[in-house]
């Protein structure tokens, strides 16, 4: 029982602990797990990424190395700047919305030139006098601001700084000021500019992630008492004429004062947000078509019809992929991409309503599917067969991460199948290891411990099921053999030393080999004798008849070793059975001991071998072995095999013993 409690014990408190550890891990969602777990979400994005083409109503013009070729290094004067945003709303554009800030005056402007020129007083007059009607850039580019919608936008800083929202902002909830990301300010526009433009928005792609890539835009971030929408989120309210956007939030768990923000309506859309007021793009791949350079806006200034079929109806995002301007972001497609193309992802994320979500209960449900399948996973190490048990659990895990890409295919919602699988292999691991190890270690001892007495199909059995192995003492029914080899000591007094152990071993091994093929265990040889017993330590329910079997073929034994040795005068053997209680197990001292047997059933084997002598008989066996044999139910001990031999008293009975000897065709007939 306790070889049993240990076997098992051992190795499932190992896959216990091991489940512990992976719900403490998951529930405390350290930093390196949370990065894990996004890696795992960003697999699934580059499976099969979808394909988003003209038909979305989303534009990118992008001011790229071709068009710095062409118009001049960055930044451009912003009258030209003025010309591109007049083609675009002259083209249709829905909205124009620069991914951009433009903190300063433009420089190139002729009258801000003159000034930072050291030209003399009367000069510098003259050249004011000339200028007087040239313009100022930034004049005319908050020209072309205020003639159609246009979004300008701001970077979040940690400078301190007024902020004005250019559009209201409707709670439906609990304030989430303290659920969102903050910044001290914001770094504005030139006030002429910003004072143009129907909408502002913050540009960020705020990096949450520490391998830099950009999973969520934070969709509103917070400014004092202020909230400031993302480029894409103000974009979408300007495009559509809305003044305002209603942001509900859900009361926190641990301040009901607080609110969690959830959903931002915009218009007609809604834009699902995590609590942290950010919104997960699902990206894909975008067709060129949606990509204008800057370049064909100017060319196709004074001819907006090609321009118009392109852009018209459409948000436009005006942004750089030039490397030099240092606006290119990693993404979880694997590739670095424009901080304007993030923005027009999100976009096209919430008008065709493909965004991921991450459900609050996703949590809970990740943490008990680590329960459920790390227990299972631990069931099976601990009871079924190692291959079977794998099977098994490689099953499950497929079945987890079947679901979770499902999830993740059809209403898009992110549930990490990661954890679940790595702790059912861990569980798995932690249970199987220390269970093989023990039943090595336990298969080892039997070997080593039986290989000389247990025949090899008995020695099979125990190493496949240690457990029907008791090596303590119990009370068992055997079937008790003694064997003794009739004169022997005084045939080897005659004979040479080595002659004698040599004759003996002749005729012990192939004895022994009869006992091993009726599954017999070896207890002992005793000069020359020697003592064998079945149904230890494995059940045997035909005992008698194995060891009736047994002892026919020890005298058949000595019959062909006396043929084949032609010895003169014959060896001859005498074989004694009983049947009945005794107590088996291993016994001896902690430095030495054997498996035996001990009890009045074999004392009364010894003495019926004993008879033997006195019979003439070379196998008597009792009237229990008897009984026991025909309750078998196989032919060698009916009548006909076995002949009765008497009655006897023999040392330390009282009453005889009632004994039976093999038929004998010369004797019987």
């Not at 451009?76 to 433009?102: I, K």
């Not at 064998?532 to 005992?543: I, S």
């Not at 005498?574 to 054997?594: P, Y």
């Amino acid at each position: 029982m306790v070889r049993r409690v240990s076997r098992y014990l051992i190795p499932a408190c190992a896959g216990f602990v091991v489940v512990l550890l992976c719900l403490f891990v998951r529930v405390s969602d350290p930093a390196p797990l949370e990065n894990a777990r996004e890696r795992f979400f960003d697999f699934y994005q580059r499976i099969d990424p979808p394909t988003i083409g003209t038909d979305v109503p989303v534009r990118i013009v992008d001011i790229d190395d071709r068009s710095l070729a062409a118009l001049g290094q960055w930044p451009w004067p912003r009258d030209q700047l003025g010309e591109m945003l007049s083609a675009l709303h002259a083209a249709g554009a829905a909205v124009v919305a620069f991914d951009m800030t433009f903190p300063e005056p433009d420089r190139s402007s002729p009258q801000r030139v003159l000034d930072d020129l050291d030209i003399p007083a009367e000069v510098r007059r003259q050249l004011n006098a000339a200028l007087a009607n040239s313009g100022d850039n930034d004049e005319a580019f908050a020209q072309a601001i205020a003639a159609g919608p246009t979004v300008l936008g701001l970077t979040p800083s940690s400078n301190p700084s007024d902020f004005s929202p250019s559009a209201g902002l409707a709670t439906l909830g609990p304030p989430p000021l303290a659920a969102l990301l903050n910044a001290s300010g914001v770094l504005d526009n030139v006030p002429v500019l910003q004072q143009a433009a129907d909408g502002l928005g913050g540009i960020h792609v705020s990096l949450f992630d520490d391998d830099a890539v950009v999973r969520r835009i934070p969709a509103f971030i917070a400014i004092g008492d202020n909230l400031l929408p993302s480029l894409f989120a103000e974009a979408l309210r300007v495009a559509q004429g809305e003044q305002s956007i209603i942001l509900r939030t859900n009361p926190s768990s641990n301040n009901p004062d607080i609110g969690i923000p959830e959903i931002a309506r915009i218009g007609a859309f809604d834009v699902p947000l995590t609590p942290t007021g950010a919104y997960r793009v699902l990206y894909g791949q975008l067709d060129p078509a949606l990509t204008i350079s800057a370049v064909d806006v100017f060319q196709s200034a004074g001819t907006p019809g090609d321009l118009s079929s392109r852009v018209d109806g459409t948000i436009v995002l005006v942004g750089t992929s030039a490397p030099g301007l240092f606006d290119l972001r990693a993404s979880p497609l694997g590739s670095f991409i424009p901080g304007v193309t993030i923005h027009a992802q999100a976009l096209v994320g919430v008008l065709t309503g493909a965004g991921l979500a991450r459900p609050d209960w996703a949590v809970g449900l990740e943490i008990v599917a680590i329960a459920l399948v790390g227990c299972l996973a631990l069931a099976l190490a601990l009871f079924a067969p190692p291959a079977l048990g794998a099977f098994i659990t490689a099953v499950v895990i497929g079945l987890v991460g079947y679901g979770s890409v499902w999830a993740f295919s059809n209403p898009q919602m992110l549930i990490d199948a990661s954890a679940p699988a790595v702790t059912a292999i861990l569980t798995f691991v932690a249970v199987t290891v220390p269970r093989l190890l023990l039943t090595e270690r336990q298969q080892r001892f039997i070997r080593n411990a039986f290989t000389f007495y247990l025949a090899e199909p008995v020695l099979a059995r125990l190493e496949r099921d240690p457990d029907a192995l008791s090596l303590r003492g119990e009370r068992r029914v055997l079937t008790v053999l003694f064997m003794d080899v009739r004169g022997f000591t005084a045939r080897s007094e005659s004979m040479a030393p080595t002659n004698a152990v040599d004759l003996l071993n002749a005729l012990l091994d192939p004895l022994s080999e009869a006992v091993l093929a009726e599954e017999g265990t070896i207890d002992k040889f005793m000069g020359d004798g020697m003592m064998a017993f079945w149904n230890a330590p494995l059940d045997q329910p035909d005992h008698a008849e194995r060891a009736i079997r047994a002892g026919k073929a020890m005298v058949a034994v000595v019959d062909d070793t006396n043929k084949r040795l032609q010895l003169d005068p014959p060896l001859s053997i005498g074989v004694g059975l009983n049947t009945g209680d005794a107590f088996v197990g291993n016994m001896g001292s902690k430095r030495r001991f054997a498996y035996s047997a001990i009890g009045d059933t074999v004392n009364l084997a010894a003495r019926v071998e004993g008879l033997t002598s006195m019979t003439g008989a070379p196998l008597l066996i009792t009237e229990a072995t008897r009984a026991h044999a025909q309750q078998d139910g196989e032919g060698p001990a009916n009548e006909q095999a076995l002949v009765f031999a008497g009655e006897h008293k023999v040392k330390g009975r009282q009453k005889a013993v009632r004994v039976y000897r093999m038929f004998d065709e010369a004797l019987d007939a």
